[in-house]
């Protein structure tokens, strides 16, 4: 496990860090006033990454808390993977001007793959995409509206591209920490040579210790993001480590 990486999520809405339930904005919990502070405490605590969305966002159809998002920046040192309402290039050319490490493109991903590409082209080692799967389909725009492509023929339109990592999310778990589908992540990771980042539905180290078994099998399976597991305090730094046998 020395190459896989657990990357704790911030969700912003509105100015603070929250958690929703299956996407569903009406299911909001908000875990903290001060996102700044929380990053804060991510990189205190030892992890490698900040994974950050932009809710608003996503909704939106562009960003929408940009000054708190650089504040994030300015004010950790941990890299930074960005989603949530970034669709064109000159909205990936801002954030990678601003700092952030990897960008996240889902909406974009699924109606314009060929931007994708180009973007890749242009920042190299820079854009992720994201697929967000509900019963084996796209969603897109904050999963407000579903697809009619399948998250395997999308990830397929990738390869060879350049593509840092994809982040493979199952909406129908997403919150409700009744474990991650690591089937159907894994499955992905079969069938691309991307990387594979897990989402969605992670609540205990049990639920770590099953994804585990799966990277023994496919190497490209990168990491896994941590929400409300953390929040809520399921999760504890202390089990990660033990978990990673490294620092998060």
Known sequence: MSNFIIYPAIDLKDGKCVRLIQGDIKKKTVYNDDPVDQA?????????????????GAFAGKSQNGKLIKAIIENTNLPIQLGGGIRD???ISKW??????????????????ELVKEACRLFPNTITVGIDSRNGFVAVEGWAKQSKIKDLDLAKKFEDSGVTAIIHTDISRDGLLNGPNIKASANLSSIVRIPVIISGGVGSIDDLELVKKEVKKFSNLDGIIVGKALYDGRLQINMLRNFLGKKC
């Not at 990678?96 to 793959?113: D, F, H, K, Q, S």
């Open 40 to 56: 804060k405490h991510f990189e205190n605590s030892g992890f490698e990454w900040i994974h950050i969305v932009d809710l608003d």
């Open 89 to 91: 290039l000159q909205a």
């Open 96 to 113: 990678v001007e601003t700092g952030v490490r990897r960008v996240i493109l889902g909406t974009v991903a699924l109606n314009n793959p």
